[in-house]
């Protein structure tokens, strides 16, 4: 079984695929975490974000792997731990140039479709290119503002700041974002976590 919980940026779906995920007893995936991965690694080798050659070519001689452990996945490059490097501002600025490149995006499908059923998939496009046949799909939205006034509690910046840079991700990951046709699509915004988690698994379970 894959379930699969889409969404704009800062939507919330990794605490809700996180919270759905433990109360299924099975792990859960970010893809973003990889988008996120191919950046660091590109900045810190100072690759140009734009050349998806370049890009390609270092991240198969570092190869990066995913830990999808339920109390939140984690990120390696070789014994290196990236996890608490992946959500800084620069890493926000450069991702979606990054994952706009097709070889980038076929590098990080191809993990994700070799992992090994069940589990709960979280990103743009798991419910729409990445897991198609997914039995239980769902869409997160919420106002820019509030999606901002909740980052505002994990970033040092400006709400007003956070707010006009997602608005700028969405834009930029447009092409990623439209909720697969048979996606229960949630506006997260007047809910609590616990509310949204209860409200996807009352789904699933059904
Ligand atoms: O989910 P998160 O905000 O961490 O994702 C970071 C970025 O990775 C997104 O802004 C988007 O550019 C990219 N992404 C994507 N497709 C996915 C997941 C993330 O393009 N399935």
Do not use: C
């Amino acid at each position: 079984m894959i379930v699969t919980i889409d969404g704009v940026a800062a939507s919330g779906k990794s605490s809700v695929s996180g919270g759905v995920a433990r109360a299924l007893g099975i792990p859960y995936v970010s893809s973003g975490l990889l988008y996120r991965a191919a950046t660091l690694l590109g900045l810190d080798a100072g690759l140009d974000l734009g050349d998806p050659g370049a890009l390609l070519a270092h991240l198969s001689s570092h190869p990066v792997r995913l830990e999808p452990l339920a109390e939140g996945n984690r990120v390696w490059r070789a014994d290196r731990e990236l996890t608490d490097d992946l959500h800084s501002t620069r890493v926000d600025k450069g991702v979606s140039v990054v994952a706009a490149h097709p070889q980038v995006r076929a590098w990080v499908d191809d993990q994700l479709r070799a992992l090994p059923e069940p589990f709960v998939a979280e990103g743009r496009d798991m419910g729409t290119a990445v897991f198609p046949h997914a039995q239980h799909k769902f869409y997160l939205t919420a106002s820019a503002r509030i999606r901002a006034e909740r980052r505002a509690k994990e970033r040092p910046d400006d709400i007003p700041d956070i707010e006009a840079a997602l608005i700028r991700r969405d834009e930029l990951d447009a092409n990623q974002i439209a909720p697969a046709a048979d996606a229960q699509v949630l506006d997260t915004g007047p809910m609590t976590l616990d509310e949204v988690i209860t409200t996807i698994l009352r789904a699933v379970r059904a």
